[in-house]
């Protein structure tokens, strides 16, 4: 008879990829509004804001930047975000990739990490698709102050990260 070793361990898997940013990030690139890619004319530019198709935003997130080194001044990101708020799920500063990483790692945050005490963890090393190395940084952050053993990798093969001291720490 097979004995499952690693459903007795008591390790918990946990799959790093649930935490990541689901919701559809639509670029938002503020050159394709600017004279020549690179210069902000008010009258224009609310004029092109006004006329945008902002139903293309529906129940999305917008990342808005400008990928061109042209000087934006404050109040046209401020004017982005006042007329997409009513269709926008989320209006967030920043290129597509850096807001979806920033809001996975809120999601990490939010997370009720209590839920590990005293447990032996593995963060899953193979996903679906590849996890921005911050995404473990954070959740290794947020996991520390519970977990008893913290592992990477797989169930059968897994890389020893953490584990928590039996001496109390010096104050």
Not at 31 to 60: P, Q, V
Not at 102 to 119: C, F, P, T
Not at 136 to 143: G, K, L, R, S
């Amino acid at each position: 008879m097979f004995e499952n070793k690693v459903a007795k361990s008591g390790l918990i898997t946990l799959d790093l990829e649930k935490f990541v940013e689901k919701t559809e990030i639509v670029s938002f690139d503020l050159k394709d509004f600017l004279f020549m890619e690179l210069i902000l004319k008010e009258k224009d530019f609310r004029e092109s804001l006004k006329e945008f198709d902002w139903t293309s935003c529906t129940n999305k997130i917008i990342a808005v930047h400008c990928s061109t080194d042209a000087i934006i001044a404050h109040w046209a990101f401020m004017l982005v975000v006042s007329h997409a708020s009513d269709y926008a799920s989320k209006t967030v500063f920043g290129n597509p990739e850096s807001v979806r990483l920033s809001l996975s790692i809120k999601n990490l945050e939010a997370h009720n990490w209590a839920q590990y005490d005293g447990k032996r963890v593995l963060f899953k090393g193979c996903s679906v698709e590849q996890l921005n190395p911050a995404i473990y940084a954070a959740a290794t952050a947020c996991i520390l102050p519970y977990t008893e053993r913290l592992m990477y990798g797989e169930a059968c093969s897994f890389v020893p990260v953490y584990k928590k001291s039996k001496q109390p720490k010096a104050v």
